[in-house]
């Protein structure tokens, strides 16, 4: 039977997205759950979300025992998308490269991507995603284990259930052992041909998502330092309530006023009715035929036996990601002013009658630290040091010098330097810290001029055996030789 498709472009707010209602899709990929076994009778059972393919397990997201909805899940990576069907791993492939390097639009590049989804509503957009799992490690190696990942709570305690954002970590659907150097290399020329690459995510909870295409490309965009965008597609399982104690109060259901996914909040009104009514028929999701197989797979682990060596500058640039509460902080606060910045700085939680950000000064600092670091560093850098240096507020200082050492930049090393120099007693438990960063960034320095020196020496040796002067595009390609035998080398 063949199955309905109906899609609908959209804008709430300034977002744009495309709206797509599933019906008697194939059920080949989506996600199914199930509760666990707890020893406690009165405690809210484990509950297991898994993403499939067909019978195949791909990823197994945990709730633990007695978790609600702003709990974090256990994550970790149970099988890769290669051993699915050819015929599913090639409309896989061809979604980014369709969008992406031929320019079709979001419509036509998903449709057969469409077909092998469960029957559901999904919102479709293009993002820009980090290449991380949130915790400043490479996404392609940092699920072989299960644990537990910060942000993969249904709702963020730090955001709330009516912010919008974009699900951008990533969790791999590839191997470590599928990770090839000649494939990235194929996506980075591309790159430097004009062409456009990217890749294809599903959203799985909270702000991650599976990608399901385009790992060598996020790697090559990670190591060109360019921006890795997806077509990303987030399931519609949650809505959103009017006012709940009124409903209360009159003995009443309270009324849905939005079908909720992370990126937007659809008011219902703007929903087609059909859409609408098929969604609220279909909202408990689709038990897949394979079932009892997916149950029996979820325990397992991802086997890492012929692992390869992903390059070192790779996992050091994805060390430098925005993390995940930096990430969070960034969606939930929209503005901080210099009155407000300047307020909290002398340990109010308000300006006025106005909350700045919380009641909590604590949680004020740190999501202000965070926010700045993310979208303004000469900002982040001049409230992150008045904090450390005032004796008044050290209950924060722990934190705000981790954020400092997070981040390599001249400003934090020469503040350090002068923290070191003048051995305070507020700063002694930071002094192993400061001490590792100045000697850190040195090395960095050091090693930066040593390369400069090599290059020079290699650049010069060139020009000597050739004997006369080299146009710009001989050097290019000079640089261009020395880098390749370097990579080589």
Not at 133 to 149: E, L, N
Not at 151 to 158: E, F, H, K, M, Q
Not at 240 to 258: C, F, M, N, S, W
Request: hydrophobic letters at 35%; charged letters at 25%; one cysteine or more.
């Amino acid at each position: 039977m063949k199955s309905l498709i109906n899609t609908y472009q959209m804008t709430v707010g300034n977002r744009e997205f495309l709206l797509v209602d599933v019906a008697r899709g194939q059920g080949a990929i989506g996600t199914t759950t199930f509760p666990g076994k707890t020893g406690n009778p009165y405690e809210r059972p484990p509950q297991t979300e898994l993403l499939y393919c067909n019978g195949e397990a791909i990823i197994n997201l945990t709730k633990p025992a007695g978790g609600d909805e702003y709990t974090d899940k256990m994550v970790n990576q149970i099988n890769t998308l290669s051993a699915c069907d050819d015929d599913i791993k090639t409309v896989l492939a061809t979604v980014s490269d369709n969008h992406f390097t031929y320019s079709q639009s979001m419509s036509r590049s998903l449709n057969a991507f469409f077909d092998l989804l469960t029957d559901g509503l999904y919102v479709c957009h293009e993002s820009k995603m980090l290449p991380g799992d949130g915790s400043g490690r490479f996404f392609w190696t940092a699920y072989t284990i299960k644990h537990q990942v910060t942000g993969t709570a249904d709702v963020n305690r730090t955001m709330g259930k009516e912010s919008n954002y974009i699900p951008c970590f990533l969790i791999p659907t590839l191997s470590p052992a599928e990770f090839s150097e000649p494939k990235v290399k194929a996506q980075r020329e591309k790159m430097r041909a004009g062409k456009k690459i990217g890749g294809l995510a599903y959203h799985l909870s909270g702000m991650y998502s599976a990608l399901l295409d385009g790992h060598h490309s996020a790697t090559a965009c990670l190591l060109g330092d360019a921006d890795f965008r997806c077509v990303v597609v987030e399931p519609i399982n949650n809505v959103l309530y009017g006012d709940v104690e009124h409903a209360a109060q009159h003995d009443r259901e309270p009324k849905i006023t939005a079908l909720s996914c992370p990126y937007v909040k659809i008011p219902v009104e703007e929903i087609p009715s059909a859409v609408l009514e098929s969604f609220l028929l279909r909202r408990t999701g689709v038990r897949p035929k394979y079932f009892p197989e997916l149950v029996k797979k979820a325990g397992k682990t991802i086997r890492t036996s012929n692992r390869r060596s992903i390059p070192k500058e790779v996992l050091i640039k994805a060390e430098l990601l925005p993390d995940c509460a930096v990430i969070e902080s960034a969606y939930a606060v929209t503005e901080l002013t210099d009155e407000q910045l300047d307020a909290l700085l002398a340990g109010e939680t308000k300006l006025g009658d106005e909350t700045i950000i919380s009641h909590n000064y604590y949680n004020s600092v740190v999501t202000a630290c965070n926010y700045l670091q993310y979208e303004d560093f000469e900002r982040f850098f001049n409230f992150a040091s008045s904090i450390i240096t005032n004796p008044d507020l050290t209950a924060t200082h722990k934190y705000v010098m981790e954020r400092l050492c997070s981040i390599s930049d001249e400003k934090i090393y020469n503040l350090f330097v002068t923290l070191n120099d003048n051995a305070d007693s507020m700063h002694s438990n930071f002094s192993e810290a400061i001490g590792m960063y100045i000697k850190n960034y040195e090395k960095q320095i050091n090693d930066s001029i040593v390369e400069k020196n090599l290059k020079a020496q290699k650049q010069n040796k060139v020009i000597n055996m050739l004997g006369s002067e080299m146009s710009k595009e001989g050097i290019a390609q000079m640089d261009a030789i020395i880098k390749a035998s370097r990579g080589r080398g």
